[in-house]
């Protein structure tokens, strides 16, 4: 038994040449809420933060996303298509997108913005890091409307049969990720983001919480074909996942302690 994959067209419609697409429809919808809340918090008093500021972030940001995404897709899981082909890269008409790769890129952005703004470069990534987990949500329900990176074989009850995916049910895994690593991370952020908190920790969460759910869903996620398990054991993505599970960590220990310590020295 199996649930039956929704008909959706993954093109809302076209002029001309010019296609729109739900998949890029799913990301406006997730800058967009980003743009809303950044500027909500920037409104809070002694936030910091300007709507100009804001918006040149979120530029900045933006860019990281693209580019990191693209050269971290093609680094990761298509680096021998790569080297015979140095132009792969810009040949973003045949899709392929990392979240890895994004994520680094919206960390030089970051580290960029606070150079350029004089902020801290870690305050920058509290204010930044809750904007993200709706756009992962939006986007993982574009990947499930296109019906690709759909996830492994399974007979559960809520499983499709996917279009490109075989006869076979699969695991609706991007709504796995959608939930998690969009909806719940969200909500873990800014429960978490309410109280004051060292400079460093919210950003560490994130880095954490995507990590290791990102971990987890692998389970449940097809790998990549061409690529395929590590000794049969460890997917990808898990592989990119566990820097981030580290770091965050080892960020929000950072955080915790330096400010244990500022307030020793302040007490003494």
Do not use: C
Not at 27 to 56: C, H
Not at 82 to 98: A, V
Not at 171 to 193: D, K, N, R, T
């Amino acid at each position: 038994m199996a649930l039956q994959f929704p008909e959706i067209d993954p093109i809302i419609f076209s002029i001309g040449p010019l296609s729109v697409r739900w998949y890029g429809v799913m990301y406006l919808i997730g800058f967009t809420f980003a743009m809303w809340l950044a500027n909500r918090q920037a409104e809070k008093p002694n936030s910091g933060w300007t709507k100009e500021q804001v918006s040149d972030m979120l530029f900045y940001g933006m860019l990281g996303v693209i580019l990191g995404g693209r050269i971290g897709y093609v680094l990761f899981y298509q680096f021998g298509h790569f080297i015979e082909n140095p132009l792969y890269l810009f040949r973003i008409d045949q899709g392929g997108m990392s979240f890895h790769g994004g994520a680094l890129g919206v960390i030089a952005a970051i580290i960029i913005f606070a150079i350029r703004t004089q902020k801290s470069i870690l305050s920058v990534g509290d204010f930044v890091v809750p904007l993200v987990p709706v756009g992962l949500l939006a986007g993982r329900i574009g990947n499930f409307i296109n019906g690709e990176l759909w996830g492994r074989t399974t007979d559960v009850s809520w499983a499709f049969v996917f279009p490109t995916g075989g006869p076979l049910p699969r695991h609706p895994s991007q709504l796995y990720e959608a939930f998690f690593e969009g909806l719940v991370l969200f909500i873990i952020l800014i429960w978490f983001a309410k109280k004051p908190r060292p400079a460093g920790s919210v950003a560490g969460l994130f880095l954490l919480g995507y990590g290791a759910f990102r971990f987890g869903i692998e389970y449940f996620r097809e790998p990549d074909a061409h690529i395929g398990l590590y000794a049969g054991v460890i997917s990808q993505g898990q592989i990119l996942s566990l820097p981030m599970v580290v770091a965050g960590a080892a960020l929000m220990a950072w955080a915790y302690k330096s400010k244990s310590e500022t307030q020793s020295q302040v007490s003494n």
